[in-house]
């Protein structure tokens, strides 16, 4: 098994400098809600639809009603509603202010989010490191998915162990490796895997594999 450096230097070189997600904090907190069990396609159609209503002022002015039917084309509206609207009045209590945040402890805010309704592990640690540059790494079902293709069997804490111990901690780079998981996945490390020109064909172990 290789090792975290030797991982994402494969993905950075298969697939290139990775994008971050957003510079706005409440977009990336508000679209890590709406991707929840949908297609990254219908996430920034429904989120460039809202526009300039992408505002933690102009969601809290809306009802939950209101707000589920402009977020209706992502799925599970009302839920995902309950949970953007949650996740707003959470940050109305920093001042909207992403430094007030900033300056919190990291545990304190995971499990801040932990106990919102709607927030899972996947949620809070995606808001974590692209709204607020906490270093705590994303652990989705891609990663999970890449992982047990290569041979790397554990629980999620043995994961997260994997990445965070021998890696820098540093959210930045979190981000990036966790974007090109993502990129890979899409590409590549697929439910039926698409094996042809993979990095990693050499080592997977999918069994549906098709080289």
């Not at 009045?89 to 309704?117: H, I, T």
């Not at 270093?135 to 891609?142: K, Q, R």
């Amino acid at each position: 098994m290789r090792t975290p450096n030797e991982l994402y230097a494969a993905l950075l070189a298969a697939y290139g400098p990775p994008r971050w997600w957003s510079d706005d904090p409440y977009i990336v907190m508000l679209e890590a809600v709406l991707v929840q069990n949908t297609a990254w396609s219908s996430v920034r159609r429904t989120s460039d639809a809202l526009g300039g209503l992408r505002t933690p002022q102009a969601i809290a002015g809306m009802s939950d009603d209101e707000l589920a039917s402009r977020i209706r084309s992502c799925g599970f509206a009302a839920r995902k509603a309950r949970t953007i609207r949650a996740l707003t009045a959470w940050y109305a209590a920093y001042g909207y202010e992403q430094r007030a945040v900033q300056a919190a402890e990291q545990r304190r805010l995971r499990d801040e989010l932990l106990a919102l309704p709607g927030v899972g592990a996947e949620t809070a640690d995606v808001i974590l490191v692209y709204a607020f540059y906490k270093p705590s790494f994303i652990l989705d079902a891609y990663t999970r998915r890449w992982l047990t293709r290569l041979g790397f069997d554990a629980d999620d804490d043995g994961r997260r162990l994997f990445f965070e111990s021998g890696l820098p901690r540093d959210a930045a780079l979190y981000g990036r490796f966790h974007w090109l998981i993502l990129d890979h996945c899409i590409a590549r490390c697929r439910k039926t895997p698409c094996c042809a020109g993979c990095s990693f064909a050499g080592e997977c172990k999918a069994p549906n594999r098709n080289v």
